[in-house]
Structure formats: structure tokens, C-alpha cells
């Protein structure tokens, strides 16, 4: 697997965002990318940074619809599979989702944050209805791919149900800004999730200054190993393209030993 992430500022127009995001699409494929991802809400402004309204919640769109669709084309055209996440409606209710597309140009799953945070700058709980798709993991011809969207990566036990479900990598769409949490607490996060799992972890994180947010970009690729492989830099737009050994899934320590050593009637009641 060859994988891509894109950390591409949003602009106040949506069609302009999806247009550079077809190119950068297009970028990556050319690079030899077979996975290509996006960061949270990629396409339009960070919604949540002030409380929701009927106009805000207007935007969210179908999925499948417009977005999906072009990028459905897109992925059979090229033969990739693209990681999007979006504002989606489904009948009342709205979420923050994203759509996993094939290399055929369909829509394997859709996965929606089920965590829902609220705090200043961060008033989500007024704009997405908790997730109801659980945590899905599809198999690709490049290998298995789940998702945790932001907030959603703070939980261990999320993280822990994908790699229990067979996933090779778990892409995490962010929207981080700039000194949001200590120093390298982002980064430790993500390594210490792909090595008691097993594996590959890609943090996709949203860049550049909005109305009250700065969003660092430094996106970055975890080995099962807990190793960084690869990190794109601060506050700028950028393709980070890395190769992804899935060998070194099965010999990670988690899917050789922890995974084995599991002692869930012990302990599955904690977890209620």
C-alpha cells in the first residue's frame, strides 16, 4: 500500500476546496498513492467553531451525493481508494462522517464519529448526532481500512474494537489547531494506538487559519511499532505520501502476543 494524506487549507468557497481537492487526488496517484485521504471537513470551513444554526446545518449533504459522487468517479478513474470526511444529513439528523470509496467507484462504508466533544471553539454536540454505524472495517484489494474520526481516537476501546475487526491501517481525520494540547501528546497517542493494536495508524489534520482557530497541518503516518514513518510539516499545504509495509502487521507484538493474552471474562464488565 502506498498511502496519502492531504493537508490542504479550506477557502470560503466549497467548489474551489473540492476542485483543489480532485488535483491533489490526482497528485498523489501520480506519486504512486493507492490510499488517499482527507482531513476533517476537508472541503468547506470548520463548521463548529461557533455554535450551531439552521443555515449551518443546511450544508450538510447526502451520502451518497454531489461530494461523493465526484470523488466515486474519480477513485474508478484512477483505480485508488479515497478516505473523505464530511458534514452528512440523513433524514433529521446530521454527523461527521466519512465515506471509505473503492478503486471501483463504490462506497464501501461510511463511518460517523461517535464521540461527540463540546467545548469553546469545538461546539460539535450542536451540529452532529452520535454515530450509529459503529466501527467498521472494509477490506480493499490494497488492505483492510477503518476509521476514527477525531474525537473518536481518544478512546481505547474504539481503537481497540478496529483492530480486534482486522484493520491493517486506521486513518483518523483531524481538526487540530495549533498548541490545542501539549507538546507531542498528539503524536503519542497515535503511536501508543498502532502498537497495542497492531496496526498502521495516519493522522490526516486540517491546516491553516480560520475565524477563531489556527489548525497545525504536521499530519503523520504510526507504524505497528509505534514508530513515526513519516510527518508532513507545520501550517503548510501538503501531500505526505508514504509506503505502508502490511507485513509488519502480523509481526507486530499485538498481533503476535497481546491479542492472544486477552483476557476479556476478566475484565469486560469495566467497560460498561
Known amino acids: 500500500m502506498k498511502l496519502a494524506l492531504v493537508q490542504q487549507r479550506a477557502l470560503e468557497s466549497i467548489d474551489d476546496n473540492i476542485q483543489r481537492g480532485i ?7 501520480h506519486q504512486g498513492a493507492n490510499v488517499i485521504c482527507f482531513a476533517e471537513l476537508a472541503f468547506s470551513l470548520f463548521y463548529p467553531q461557533k455554535p450551531a444554526t439552521d443555515d449551518e446545518l443546511a450544508k450538510a449533504e447526502t451520502i451518497p451525493g454531489p461530494i461523493t459522487d465526484c470523488f466515486c468517479a474519480l477513485a474508478k478513474e484512477l483505480g485508488v481508494v479515497i478516505v473523505l470526511n464530511l458534514f452528512e444529513r ?33 461546539h460539535e454536540q450542536g451540529y452532529y448526532a452520535p454515530g450509529n454505524r459503529g466501527t467498521p472495517v472494509v477490506k480493499t484489494p490494497f488492505g483492510s481500512i ?13 481503537m481497540r474494537a478496529l483492530g480486534l475487526k482486522g484493520a491493517d491501517l486506521v486513518i483518523v481525520p483531524q481538526a487540530g489547531g495549533v498548541g490545542e494540547w501539549p507538546e507531542g501528546l498528539y503524536e503519542a497517542e497515535m503511536r501508543v494506538a498502532a502498537f497495542q493494536n497492531g496496526y498502521f495508524t495516519a493522522l490526516c489534520n486540517r491546516v491553516g487559519q480560520e475565524e477563531f482557530l489556527n489548525f497545525a497541518g ?22 505526505l505520501v508514504c509506503d505502508i509495509d502490511l507485513e509488519k502487521v502480523q509481526k507486530s507484538y499485538a498481533r503476535r502476543l497481546f491479542f492472544h493474552h486477552r483476557r476479556p471474562d476478566l475484565y469486560s464488565d469495566w467497560l460498561s
Open 218 to 239: 504536521e499530519s503523520f503516518v504510526c507504524d505497528p511499532f509505534g514508530s513515526v514513518v513519516a510527518r508532513a510539516k507545520q501550517s503548510t499545504d501538503e501531500i
Open 23 to 29: 488535483d491533489a487526488v490526482k497528485q498523489a496517484a
Open 146 to 158: 477503518g476509521v476514527a474520526i477525531c474525537y473518536d481516537r481518544h478512546f481505547p476501546e474504539y
Open 90 to 122: 440523513e433524514g433529521e439528523h446530521t454527523y461527521d462522517s466519512s465515506p471509505i470509496i473503492n478503486c471501483d467507484g463504490s462506497i464501501l462504508s461510511v463511518t460517523r464519529m461517535v464521540h461527540i466533544t463540546e467545548y469553546e471553539y469545538f
